[in-house]
Nanobody, 120 residues
Framework: QVQLVESGGGLVQPGGSLRLSCAAS????????MGWYRQAPGKQRELVAR???????NYADSVKGRFTISRDNAKNTVYLQMNSLKPEDTAIYSC??????????????WGQGTQVTVSS
């Protein structure tokens, strides 16, 4: 009943920028936190950035100063602005949200993922 849909991925040259978005829909009572994860070929999935209403934002060390996470609570949407992209940023980026529905406790939901490729 709850779905996360990502968009904004694509192919970009090193030094370029992309903006990812993730919109949550369904029977949502509240969203406790939203974040972006990524997984590159042969690598473990890692947290890229996370945003909450109480603790603010967290970033992986590898993206600090280059990526910015933000949210629009009215639209149940989280964004990831990615600047100064590097080839090592190439990965599938997935949106994660901890969501409370009217009939149960909070749980994590995942989007399908969007491919980001940084290459010349």
């Amino acid at each position: 009943q709850v779905q996360l849909v990502e968009s904004g991925g694509g192919l970009v040259q090193p030094g370029g920028s992309l903006r990812l978005s993730c919109a949550a829909s369904g029977r949502i009572r509240s969203i406790n936190a939203m974040g972006w994860y990524r997984q590159a070929p042969g690598k473990q999935r890692e947290l890229v950035a996370r945003i909450t209403g109480t603790t603010g934002t967290n970033y992986a060390d590898s993206v600090k100063g280059r990526f910015t996470i933000s949210r629009d609570n009215a639209k149940n949407t989280v964004y990831l602005q990615m600047n100064s992209l590097k080839p090592e940023d190439t990965a599938i980026y997935s949106c994660n949200a901890r969501i409370t529905t009217p009939w149960g406790p909070a749980r994590d939901y995942w989007g399908q993922g969007t491919q980001v490729t940084v290459s010349s």
